[in-house]
């Protein structure tokens, strides 16, 4: 495997070079997408499965994936380029996998047009992709289109999201999609810089060769963000903001991720420690139940934030308490919520098991945290819907759906 190199804008807009790595193997992968899973999956008795630290520092930022066989992969990203699997749906973890020691901020997803895994950064000209459920990695190079603003995300602009996700419904069905984030006409993470973030998203519609970036997320000084599908085809889009006191933010496209309207604030998810502005990376992912709506959420859950002195600045002081919320009604409301750590913790991503393999009906949390501080070390914790309802029954929950 051919290491990577990072690329200015302009060779990354015009065609990165193919030198940058070797062409991938034409291997051909099995088609289809994924079935269904079944609700009754993630429910019957309650599990978890208590954290296990997976790497020293910080990380985890990759995101979370399960392969078509059940096969887990956690991504360290930034902390390096590595990766760690688990093929017995999350009781043990296999020794670091190294994609490349230079791959760091890349992106985890599931091309579940041919179940191919992708680890990619586009604006950095590179994407990594293994057809053996995360065992191998093979280089390509990619390129990224502009915005409206002529603007793309930084090297840095796709680091601490979600993993991307796969459209499964609707005209666009097969699309690839990330969440990402301009950081500004000079790309610079500097306070005086973060009034000109917002959050936007990385769209392919051939396999990763192609990435373009979306209309902006309409709300400004955001980032660190998270998107899922709904089953009606629309996707709600979830972000981290740094400049005002308060929960998270929502908008939505009915586009394919393209444009994204309607920007509302959560009544009920915290944006990390309430009481500052200075928010927390946090995970939302859709459970893959056919007909139903029913979001995981995680974040911190704790009143012991403060406000910075200088308006978008960082303070982290109070991070803690890393909690899972559930919604059933494609995120209108969350009513339901349960303590998972209540140590110091920090940025967090999820994942979800696919029926029939060995993690299926699981959810699987990757955060930040120890007793030692709330970066010190990266876990990985896993649940099923029955621990979080903690014994309510779901059935008047699915009724208000609409």
Not at 78 to 103: F, L
Request: with cysteine; glycine share 14%; hydrophobic share 35%.
């Amino acid at each position: 495997m051919k290491r990577t190199v990072s690329l200015g804008l302009a060779a990354v807009l015009l065609a990165p070079p193919a030198a940058l790595c070797e062409a991938p193997t034409t291997t051909e992968s099995p088609g289809g997408f994924a079935v269904a899973s079944k609700l009754e999956e993630f429910l019957g008795e309650p599990v978890l499965v208590p954290m296990q630290e997976l790497w020293k520092g910080r990380g985890g930022w990759g995101g979370i994936v399960a392969a078509r066989d059940g096969t887990l992969v956690v991504f360290r990203s930034p902390g390096g380029g590595e990766c760690r699997r688990s093929r017995d749906g999350g009781k043990t973890w296999d020794a670091d996998i190294v994609i490349a020691p230079d791959a760091k901020g890349g992106r985890a997803l599931v091309d579940e047009s041919n179940g191919d895994l992708l680890y990619a950064n586009p604006p950095s000209g590179w994407l990594y992709r293994s057809r053996d459920s995360g065992a191998t990695w093979t280089c390509e190079t990619n390129a990224i289109l502009p915005d409206g603003f002529g603007l793309v995300p930084t090297l840095e602009g796709v680091s601490a999201m979600q993993a991307g996700i796969t459209l499964a419904f609707g005209p666009r069905k097969g699309r690839l999609i990330m969440p990402a984030r301009i950081t500004g006409p000079k790309g610079s993470n500097a306070v005086g810089w973060r009034p000109y973030h917002y959050s936007t998203a990385l769209y392919s519609d051939d396999g990763g060769k192609v990435w373009q970036t979306s209309k902006p997320f309409p709300v400004m000084g955001t980032g660190e963000a998270t998107l899922a599908e709904l089953s009606d085809g629309s996707i709600l889009y979830n972000s981290r903001e740094h400049m005002s006191r308060g929960n998270r933010f929502f908008a939505t496209s009915h586009d394919g991720g393209d444009l994204w309207i309607d920007a509302r604030r959560s009544a009920e998810l915290p944006d990390g420690a309430r009481g500052t502005s200075y928010g927390c990376m946090g995970g939302m992912v859709r459970l893959p139940v056919a007909g139903r709506d029913i979001l995981i959420y995680s974040n911190l859950d704790t009143d012991s934030g403060e406000m910075p002195r200088q308006v978008g600045a960082s303070i982290v002081k109070g991070r803690e308490r890393i909690t899972v919320w559930a919604s059933f009604d494609g995120g209108r409301t969350w009513p339901v919520k349960r303590l998972v750590y209540e140590g110091p913790s920090a940025y967090s991503n999820l994942g979800v098991g696919r029926s029939g393999t060995p993690c299926a009906g699981r959810i699987f949390l990757v955060f930040e945290g120890s007793a030692a501080g709330c970066s010190e070390a990266v876990h990985v914790a896993s649940f099923n819907l029955a621990w979080l309802l903690d014994g309510r029954d779901i059935a008047g929950f699915l009724a208000k759906q609409p």
